[in-house]
């Protein structure tokens, strides 16, 4: 079984940035993607960032420029930096790796970590 834990979200000013952290464990072999989602309430789960073990890296277009994914391979764990904050990035973030185990493919989902941008 593949767990996977986010940090670092809380409450921000508008502008204001944070960094979450993702860290998945278990018996895992290879992870091919990890990346960001959220979802706001009222609304669908979006893509925000994912990247590969290879470093490739996609973006929804409302946050290229502020927001950044990188990620430790050795570590498994996944970062997102988010810069200039803005009150429609309020959200619920959950991190998701898709690999390969000891029990085969899997595709696993946080708990996820609330992100609230407010004065």
């Known amino acids: 079984q593949v767990h996977i834990v986010e940090s670092g979200g809380g409450l921000v000013q508008p502008g204001g940035s944070l960094r979450l952290s993702c860290a998945a464990s278990?018996?895992?072999?290879?992870?091919?993607?990890m990346g960001w989602y959220r979802q706001a309430p009222g609304k669908q789960r979006e893509m925000v960032a994912t990247?590969?073990?290879?470093?490739?890296?996609n973006y929804a277009d409302s946050m290229k420029g502020r927001f950044t994914i990188s990620r430790d391979n050795v570590k498994n764990t996944v970062y997102l930096q988010m810069n200039s904050l803005k009150p429609e990035d309020t959200a619920v973030y959950y991190c998701?790796?898709?690999?390969?185990?000891?029990?085969?493919?899997?595709?696993?989902w946080g708990q996820g970590t609330q992100v609230t941008v407010s004065s």
């Open positions: 998701n790796a898709d690999g390969v185990g000891a029990k085969g493919d899997f595709g696993s």
């Open positions: 278990g018996n895992i072999f290879d992870i091919y993607a």
């Open positions: 990247i590969t073990s290879g470093g490739s890296t």
